[in-house]
């Protein structure tokens, strides 16, 4: 039996229902990735992982948000744009329908930096019901964590579409990496403020909307921090929510 929601017909789901409380949403964004990787990096690789995780435990995979907010990036052709608020109130509406029956531990992986605030504005907000609980992963900053040593170019291979997320998607999705225009593009000014946030579209710092050096990538480094990534979220949900 599938464990994605949208397989499954009511009388599945709730014979699912009597062995877990669980529920993996995944969410994502469509927008510019370099010239290499496909306009859904971040949704492949949420729903990938959703679905490798769900599989190492009992989980259902909920929808896919696969829009996010992009608009730092909207100066590049095919980039979509979800406005924050519409995005949680529409996740919300999800969360809430699926407490509805019965799903008590929600789990988002979340392949995009700029929806990370506004689940966690969203996980407050859940926490009026009493027995429910939520976390986040935050793929791309968590894959970081687990294989910050195993980039050759360091901090910067885990900039955006460059050595690790080429590598996740060459052992994920190899058919979708155009390795013809990959390219090695340093961010055009150097950070002298880092503690500071700032606010600017990605096109005044690149020009292909890759940073760093995606010719780096490679299937094993990728199947190396796809495989770290689940085995630590397997490790939380089973020694934490017990799943």
């Not at 990735?33 to 995979?61: F, M, Q, W």
């Not at 199947?223 to 490790?235: H, N, S, Y």
């Amino acid at each position: 039996m599938s464990n994605r929601l949208k397989h499954l017909s009511w009388s599945q789901l709730k014979e699912m229902k009597e062995t877990t409380n669980l529920v993996i949403i995944p969410t994502g964004s469509i927008e510019a990735n370099g010239l290499h990787l496909p306009l859904g990096l971040d949704t492949i690789v949420a729903e990938r992982l959703a679905g490798l995780v769900a599989s190492k435990v009992k989980a259902v995979v909920g929808p896919t948000l696969e829009v996010g907010d992009s608009s730092s990036l909207d100066d590049f052709p095919g980039t979509l744009v979800i406005r924050p608020e519409h995005f949680k109130l529409y996740l919300e509406d999800i969360c809430r329908s699926l407490i509805k029956w019965g799903f008590k531990d929600i789990l988002f992986i979340n392949g995009h930096g700029k929806n990370v605030p506004i689940i966690t504005q969203l996980a407050d907000t859940l926490q009026e019901f009493d027995e429910v609980r939520s976390a986040q992963v935050e793929v791309w900053k968590f894959i970081k964590f687990q294989g910050e040593n195993n980039t050759e170019s360091a901090e910067i291979g885990h900039y955006h579409g460059g050595e690790a997320g080429t590598s996740v998607m060459l052992y994920l999705e190899p058919d979708l990496v155009d390795v013809s225009q990959w390219v090695n593009e340093p961010q055009r000014d150097a950070d002298l403020f880092p503690e500071i946030i700032k606010y600017k579209k990605l096109s005044t710092l690149t020009k292909s909307s890759t940073i760093g050096n995606a010719t780096l990538g490679t299937a094993e480094k990728g199947k190396f921090l796809v495989e770290m990534a689940v085995g630590r979220i397997e490790d939380f949900l089973k020694n934490e929510w017990n799943a």
